[in-house]
């Protein structure tokens, strides 16, 4: 006879019925409970780094052997339960909501996140390239897949890159692989969830690596891949050599006279509109009706600046082309690779931003599971906060006088539903419900804007998605 589940200790607010999606997927009281502790933990304000002890409640060091922290340690480290499940559940509840559904016009932006670690023990860890510091350092480096649009971004699949000194034979070993290779995996994954895109996206790290590019283009994936504007190639001395070689040898004659190039209308975030010029260039084998397209798209084509100019490689086939009848993807203008690769800055800013609040880098586990957990329920944390948000976007949050521990004293509880002072552009609520919300609406403002219409604009026959906020942004 199989007897009731005994009940869970419910989870504060709307976190309580967001959590109970999952409670099918984990097969004990003890389990449930875990994991709305620690999405609750997660959620708290920022007043010290998301450790077992701050989730928790504890005190840093002195309050390590507290039975909250060791449950959540066990719940992390040693319980038995499936990462990939969970993630899979969060992806299907995606899929499900009319406001977070995907659709063919969105793109996956593949990018890595760096995070420091001390010591050799650690799963993952190795003296490598962290890019949010900028230097080679002792870390931990996840790959990370988003789809995004216009108007809202979430992650997909992360995966920890492991170095290869952890393995036997090095580079060599058959068990290792590369940042692009498990790259191009997660792009095949996000495709298999059932989410469509228009391309998949990433900045000039991955775009510069032709296997990766051919990995995509093996498979099926379109792209749009910035790449460096000094990226050489073997030419005949009269011909271009890189990038902004073959961008300088386009007609330009001004405003009046574009000449190759063509004005495309991009929104800021204040409203305001710029005209970006972008134009189909030759390197090598690159261009305009070639397997890959070399489009430059610069504020200034009389100059190029570098800080506003992108060199961008894409196998979507140009309109009017040979190519364009037997490519298997529809073709994109000028003005459809710019909006693709624009959608790109949500990795940049948002998502990167709540990652660091949500606790994403401030796990002190070992093991490759404890870590997966952790990354897995740092993305459903951040998935609460955009359902939170999509529900009720202007929670109430009612105001109490400070007490010695509302303060944000570290290690303590702040009561609920109290507005934390601060920084305003620092959005500290204790309520899960209105922390969520305040961590999507201070970041929210950094999103690309909804695209300029344009004449064969695709996707028409779609209902209309209102933007999350007035002030959205086109970030360039």
Known sequence: MVTARRPCPPAPGPLEGYATRFDDLFSSLAQRRGFREYLAGLLLPRDRNKTLTCLAGAEPIVGAQHSGVQRLQFFLSESRWDPERVNARRLELLRADPATVPHADGVLVIDDSGDRKDGTTTAHVGRQWLGRYGKTDNGVVTVTTLWADERLYYPL??????????????????????????????????????????????DGAYGDLDDFRCELHAVGVPFVMAVKRRRGIWAYGDQARTPVDAARELAWDGPGEPGDWTPVVRTFRDGHTAIWWAADATLGFWGPDGLTRLVVATTDPATLPEKATWYLATDLPRPGSPRAAESPHPPADLAEIVRIYGIRTWIEQGYKQVKDELGWADFQVRSDAAIRRHQTLVNCAFTFCWETWLTDPEPEATSAPASDTDAGERGEHIGPAVLAEGDPRRPRLADPRGRAAALVAGLV????ADRAPEPDRRGHHRAHREPLLPGLTNHR
């Open 445 to 448: 403002h950094g999103a690309p």
């Open 157 to 202: 699949h992360a995966v920890p890159y492991t170095p290869a000194h952890h393995f036997e034979r090095g580079r060599s070993d058959p068990a290792f692989r590369t940042k692009w290779k498990i790259a191009a995996e997660l792009a095949g994954r996000a495709r298999a969830a059932g989410f469509p895109f228009r391309a998949a996206v990433a």
